[in-house]
């Protein structure tokens, strides 16, 4: 029998997918969504990640048994920014979600690490805070494109590097990829690379005979909080969420090797402690 604890945390996550599965019904409604969503797709000229992203909202609150805003579902639609994020706006919501899943993570990884260092976590909102919290004069913002960094000086003396929740912004592979490899080259001496994000579990074929199943696989029965509206929301915007074995499968190619992983279940946030391969 589950423990209350259990019950109680299943039960607020059922709560909140509740809230992401209301609009989802809405919507399932308005296409008159109700058959195979690969043939539906086609046949409605409807984007194929958003509509599976609609299926498991509403199989996670049994409003449908999966085999499986509409505007942005049709592919005719889906041009230019037909979804934005605002980066100031999540970098402050996402404060809470750092202290509960990440900062036990990367604080334990750091303590492993020989480093000291004491400072805080969008660039506007980021300098307006070091300044609030008398760092301004320890720390410095540049703006530039993550997966096309290129070699600056002041580059030179970085030797840790850290990511948090943009890791996905990376992919597809190949991407993803070239910019591991990028970031080797504008940090040239960087001994450290603690990576942190959240890996896709939910948006994975339920099938165990499938091998690109992730091992962290969850059913619609047992969705955890925060994972829905994740997962969903970036179907949406269609962008890629890699599982935790995507990760893994880039990270040789890339020039990295990883020394350790700390993951925070159900919902997997990740951290993994990496270093370059064949430094000098």
């Known amino acids: 029998m589950a423990s209350k604890l259990t019950d109680s945390k299943h039960a607020v996550a059922h709560i909140f997918n509740s809230a992401i599965a209301a609009p989802a019904i809405a919507a ?3 296409l ?3 058959m195979n969503i690969t043939d539906y797709a086609e046949q409605h000229d409807l984007d194929l990640g958003s509509l599976k992203g609609l299926a498991s909202a509403l199989a996670t609150v049994h409003v449908v048994k999966q085999d499986a805003n509409t505007h942005v579902l049709r592919n005719e639609n889906r041009t230019g920014s037909f979804y934005n994020r605002e980066s100031a706006a999540i970098a402050y919501a996402c404060r809470e979600a750092n202290a509960g899943f990440f900062d036990p993570m990367f604080w334990k990884a750091m303590g492993e690490t020989d480093y000291q260092i004491h400072s805080v976590p969008a660039l506007e909102f980021a300098a307006a805070e070091s300044v609030l919290r008398g760092l301004s004069d320890r ?6 494109d993550a997966c096309a960094l290129k070699y600056r000086d002041e580059f030179n003396q970085v030797d840790l590097l850290t990511s948090f929740l943009m890791g996905h912004d990376f992919w597809p592979r190949e991407n993803c990829v070239a910019t591991l490899k990028s970031l080797r080259t504008a940090f040239p001496n960087v001994r450290r690379f603690l990576l942190c994000d959240t890996a896709r579990v939910l948006l994975d074929s339920t099938d165990k005979s499938d091998t690109s199943r992730s091992r962290h696989a969850v059913t619609e029965g047992g969705v955890p ?3 829905l509206g994740f997962e969903f929301g970036h179907a949406m915007m269609d962008t890629f969420i890699p599982t935790i074995e995507d990760w893994e499968g880039v990270l040789e190619e890339g020039g990295w090797r990883c020394n350790k992983s700390y993951t925070f279940p159900p919902s997997l946030p990740f951290c993994l402690d990496l270093e370059p391969i064949n430094q000098h």
Do not use: H
């Open 32 to 34: 008159g969504f109700s």
């Open 28 to 30: 399932a409604w308005e």
């Open 225 to 227: 909080i925060f994972t």
């Open 139 to 144: 720390l410095t913002f540049i703006q530039g």
